[in-house]
């Protein structure tokens, strides 16, 4: 089992960035990939960014080059770093991690509003 917290959500205006935080209850050398994915009112979660063990990432095409994810294996945290924030960025961010045999662990989720 691993537990995931979120931290690092808030209210900024639209240009401003953020930093995510996701840390994770146990080492996550074990963990396949970790991930953000959002969820924004009235629709469906959607992928953000994944990265790997392996430090292979993947974005969504809607941030690339404005979002960047990163993982600190040392400290069991993965980071998404959100710069050029704009209103339709804002969601429920969620941290997603999968483990070598494919289970799927979920934070609770952080609050990100980008006001115009």
């Known amino acids: 089992q691993v537990q995931l917290v979120e931290s690092g959500g808030g209210l900024v205006q639209a240009g401003g960035s953020l930093r995510l935080s996701c840390v994770a209850s146990?080492?996550?050398?074990?963990?396949?990939?970790m991930g953000w994915y959002r969820q924004a009112p009235g629709k469906q979660r959607e992928l953000v960014a994944t990265?790997?063990?392996?430090?292979?990432?993947n974005y969504a095409d809607s941030v690339k080059g404005q979002f960047t994810i990163s993982r600190d294996n040392a400290k069991n945290t993965v980071y998404l770093q959100m710069n050029s924030l704009k209103p339709e960025d804002t969601a429920v961010y969620y941290c997603?991690?999968?483990?070598?045999?494919?289970?799927?662990?979920w934070g609770q989720g952080t609050q990100v509003t980008v006001s115009s």
């Open positions: 990265i790997t063990s392996g430090g292979r990432t």
């Open positions: 146990r080492s996550i050398f074990s963990i396949d990939v």
């Open positions: 997603n991690a999968v483990d070598l045999i494919s289970r799927q662990y």
